[in-house]
């Protein structure tokens, strides 16, 4: 039959669970629906919203099964859109078998066609029900309900149930419809695992289509709307739209990428002296009217002519950028593993000779509990030999206590005679006994142990400055001439002659002297001066140390601050290094008890990295008092 070849085939709703649920209820055979005939059930069939085509195509796509449709997610985005819909569909699937059960007609076994109801309120096809009722010979003219053997009256003309017939209208429309898109789908799920691009979710609609809307083959930028291939032909008719310009079809954001912003008309004009694209309007009122105008296509064609050389520029700036950033990244590996080398180094280094001195140490205290145990067996025997004498002084003291109330002479000098008759040692001097010599081994053993372990280190310790000056060649600078009103220069000294007023620091007085390769330093006299600055250049970057009123020391590279500190005092001298090869600048606090340079001390204030390319030159800056050149 026929309708059992349209319904062998469940067909999926574009329509969400609750709306399915409604249409159930309300179009179920057991009774007349509750609106009855002229109920909302029997109103036209409203154009499907555009913004639903996507999820509406999606969810006829229950013909996918689930296993393959999420492992052909893997290929691509847009299989995620199809999974969701697919999953929808499936839970739908059981809404529309139970609607589908109620729209079968219990004569035929089809969906229903043309439904009419009976007074009983069962509802049959009405080609159906009417070869029943003719073939029904009841008495007194009646006839009974195929289903509930309800007598009645032979009906003259049959009741249609509309709403029902609104149901079946929808649900056979949507079969059709669910047809179609399940087949597009399928062609974007191959389309998808192939790898190849697809536009469903993106493709534009005709804007003139009310119940069907068609996909557009072009859009018409004068009308801003999307045509199909039958509008198209019915806009191209029209004498006054043939001037109108068509491009491939496009959305909303496209269309208003392709006019001017500022006048709202196409961009149809390409302005070759500023590389952009312009309207009309653009080109006879605003500032491109002297400029060379050339039309948006001829300018695309030669933009495409000219593509393969720019791309091939691209390709040569990309490759050059790698193989730099492929270098920069080797140095960098290189840096940390020198860093981790000589970390290493350092570590090791150090835990070996803590180890030693740890064991120097052990040796050398017992050395001195050697020494003290010897010293003490030494003492001893003269302690033990002054107690005895402490105790007979002390007996002869007492005896001389009680013989002083001796009253008889005779007894008197007896006794005063025999303790003096005593024979009496003479006190030894034990003062300072082996304390100097315990001293003098102990200071011996502890020079010997820090000149053994600190031997490959002395240069950096003990030596500071003979390692500091061997290496760096001290340069003896003089000043170039600067005319700067206030300002004084000779060879070896920068003044301020306007004190007390204070002037500001714009300017630089440079060295005459300057460097490119090698190791140099140069030291300044800064005791002065309150304000002062003192660095490098190579008329590409300033790297200098700057010292403020407030005591504020700052290091800047060009105008990035290096390092600040505030200081309790001011700094009496600086020594500026510069090494050529390693491309650094050093500075140091110099401390001296005499500036003829026989004690000095130098404590490191920064080091910085410089980009120097050219001559370096030495420059000073001063506000307040003077600087001077060793």
């Known amino acids: 039959m026929e309708a059992e ?176 898109l399940e087949e597009k789908l399928k062609r974007e799920v191959e389309c998808e695992g192939k790898g190849e691009s697809s536009d469903l979710h993106d493709e534009i609609m005709c804007d003139f289509c009310l119940e069907e809307p068609q996909p557009a083959v072009k859009t018409c930028m004068n009308c801003e709307t999307s045509l199909c291939q039958a509008h198209l032909g019915k806009h191209s008719t029209k004498a006054f739209l043939t001037s109108h310009v068509l491009v491939e079809p496009c959305d909303a954001h496209v269309l208003a990428e392709r006019r001017c912003a500022q006048h709202g008309k196409l ?32 300018a695309f064609g030669q933009a495409r002519s000219d593509f393969p050389k720019a791309v091939q520029t691209l390709k040569k700036h990309e490759a050059a950028v790698n193989k730099s950033l492929e270098n920069l990244l080797s140095q960098q590996e290189k840096i940390k593993a020198l860093e981790r080398l000589h970390r290493n180094h350092v570590e090791k280094s150090f835990n070996m000779i ?66 003096q008759a005593r024979k009496r040692k003479q006190v030894p001097n034990k003062d300072g006994t082996e304390l100097a010599e315990l001293l003098t081994v102990t200071d011996e053993s502890m020079k010997n142990v820090i000149q053994e372990h600190f031997q490959p280190y002395d240069h950096l310790i003990l030596d500071a400055k003979s390692s500091m000056e061997s290496s760096f060649a001290h340069e003896h600078l003089t000043f170039k001439s600067c005319q700067v009103c206030g300002l004084h220069v000779d060879d070896k000294v920068l003044r301020i002659v306007l004190f007390p007023l204070l002037i500001e620091m714009p300017f630089w007085v440079y060295s ?90 130098y404590v490191p204030i920064a080091a910085v990295i410089i980009p120097a390319s050219s001559p370096v030159y030495a420059i000073f800056s001063i506000s307040h008092g003077f600087l001077s050149l060793t």
């Open 267 to 298: 961009l149809e004009c390409y302005c070759v002296t500023d590389s952009v694209c312009v309207c009309m309007l653009c080109c006879a009122t605003s500032s491109h009217r002297s400029h060379e105008i050339i039309s948006v296509e001829e």
């Open 512 to 601: 005459t002297s300057c460097f490119s390769s090698g190791q140099h330093f140069w030291e300044v006299i800064t005791r002065d001066s309150l304000c002062w600055k003192v660095g490098v250049t190579d008329n590409s970057f300033q790297c200098y140390l700057e010292m403020s009123s407030q005591r504020r020391l700052r290091v800047f590279l060009d105008k990035r601050l290096i390092k600040v500190r505030l200081l309790n005092t001011a700094i009496r001298m600086v020594r500026v290094q510069l090494d050529c090869k390693r491309k650094t600048v050093s500075f140091f606090d110099v401390s001296v008890k005499d500036y003829s340079g026989s004690s000095r001390s």
């Open 5 to 180: 070849g349209r319904t062998s085939q469940l067909p999926l709703f574009p329509f969400k669970e609750g709306c399915l649920l409604a249409a159930l209820s309300s179009g179920r055979c057991s009774g007349d629906p509750p609106g009855g005939p002229g109920g909302p059930g029997s109103a036209g069939r409203k154009a499907e919203p555009r913004g639903h085509r996507a999820l509406a195509g999606s969810a006829g796509s229950s013909q996918s099964p689930p296993s393959q449709l999420s492992a052909a997610a893997l290929f691509g985005p847009a299989f995620a859109v199809l999974n969701r819909a697919f999953a929808d569909a499936m839970a739908e699937q059981r809404v529309l078998k139970a609607l589908q059960e109620e729209l079968i007609c219990p004569v035929c076994l089809g969906v229903y066609r043309n439904p009419v109801s009976l007074s009983c309120g069962h509802s049959f096809c009405e080609e159906c029900i009417q070869g029943l009722l003719r073939s029904q010979r009841c008495p007194q003219g009646l006839v009974s309900c195929p289903l509930c053997s309800a007598q009645e009256a032979l009906p003259t003309k049959l009741q249609p149930n509309i709403q029902l017939r609104s149901v079946v209208q929808k649900f056979l429309d949507t079969s059709e419809k669910n047809a179609a």
């Open 354 to 419: 803590c180890e030693q001195l740890d064991r120097s140490k052990t040796e050398i205290l017992g050395a001195i509990s050697d020494i003290k145990e010897q010293e003490l067996s030494q003492i001893e025997p003269w302690i033990k030999e002054h107690k005895e004498m402490k105790d007979a002084a002390s007996r002869s003291v007492q005896e001389l206590k009680a013989l002083r109330d001796q009253k008889d002479p005779v007894l008197f000098l007896k006794g005063l005679s025999a303790i």
